[in-house]
Nanobody
């Protein structure tokens, strides 16, 4: 059973930094794209950043220049370094990955359970 587990959320003051991690576990043949989404109260889930299997990165305009996505393929882990945080970054952050489990005919999208990031003074 493939699982994604996030960590690193918490309370931070405006202007501060946090680093989120998401580790994929289970019997995995290949991991393609990995990314982060977020959902603020009363709003729809939105893309924050994606990193492809080849290392290409895509960012939402609202986080460009402040957030950095990276991955460690040896650890099946994706990271989100968040700097210069703003109150409007407050949300539950979800990890997403397109994974091909061993012994299955195709890849599938998996989601973590989410980690809360609160930016407040």
């Amino acid at each position: 059973q493939v699982q994604l587990v996030e960590s690193g959320g918490g309370l931070v003051q405006p202007g501060g930094s946090l680093r989120l991690s998401c580790a994929a576990s289970g019997s995995i043949f290949r991991i393609n794209d990995m990314g982060w989404y977020r959902q603020a109260p009363g709003k729809e889930r939105e893309l924050v950043a994606v990193i492809t299997g080849g290392g290409t990165t895509i960012y939402a305009d609202s986080v460009k220049g402040r957030f950095t996505i990276s991955r460690d393929n040896a650890k099946n882990t994706v990271y989100l370094q968040m700097n210069s945080l703003k109150p409007e970054d407050t949300a539950v952050y979800y990890c997403n990955a397109n994974i091909w489990p061993r012994g299955t005919p195709r890849d599938m999208d998996y989601w973590g359970k989410g980690t809360l990031v609160t930016v407040s003074s």
